[in-house]
């Protein structure tokens, strides 16, 4: 998606006292079809917050997500497709389209970016019943909303420099806007590792050393999936009680649904 106009959504660091594995999350909301004066971006975030310009969806719209690792990756040399396709996949599981009534569809992975900074995944959302789509007032102007575009920035670190970070935020007080998440449910264990473990001989695991190896892979990766799930709860905005991670927030701006209440939400006309 380009030329688009971007509005800044939430940006935040999910981390965990139990992984050395944190995400950094920036996000946008991707508008066009704007009226046809001229207005920064923070001019039009509040009138759209103030209904002052009311925000219309095609019916489908799409996520993007750039996914980052610093330079203690988390994925070896060689496993980025899997990886990827692991992400998508958990992505997709996440709870928050059924809460929504929203379906969400992988639309394509793209394991090297044709440049720098382009996104790897990218998603269709779309409300199964275009009726419960919110239509505008007739009275207001409109711009259409055309998706989302995330960064994802994994960031691992050593046990020792997790350790000092912990004990750094534990003195940090509620300075940083921190909140706690209780979890609901644990993500299942990667699909394409469990196939590779029913086809894999008995002997190849009488090795401790290779099995501890390859379950300590897969549960980073399980837990890179779970950070973006809750990444993709707080850029929408909605609460779910996740247990185990803590949230800080960078800024003040909103989320989705906080800037436009009813654009992602099919149920929103059931409950208002």
Known sequence: MTDYTELELKTFDISGRDSNLSLSVTSLALVSDLPSSQ???????????????WLVSPG???IQIIVRQNKLPIVPEGAEIGFLEHLADTICQCSVWATLGLTIKQEDIQYQPLYNGAPNLYFTVEHPQKASVLLSPTHNPTARFNGIECLFCYNSETPETSQVKTEQADTRGTNMNAYH?????ELEALGSNNAYE????????????LDMSMSQAQQRWNDAG????VAIHVIIGTRERIRGLRVYHLDTRPSLLQLAPAIWNAHYLKVI
Request: glycine share 0%; charged share 35%; hydrophobic share 30%.
């Open 39 to 53: 207005k920064s971006p923070e001019e039009l975030c509040r009138l759209i917050q103030s209904k002052q310009l």
């Open 60 to 62: 489908v719209c799409r």
């Open 181 to 185: 998440l209780e979890r609901i449910s």
């Open 198 to 209: 029913e086809e894999t001989s008995a002997e190849y695991w009488d090795d401790p050393m």
């Open 226 to 229: 779970y950070l973006a799930q």
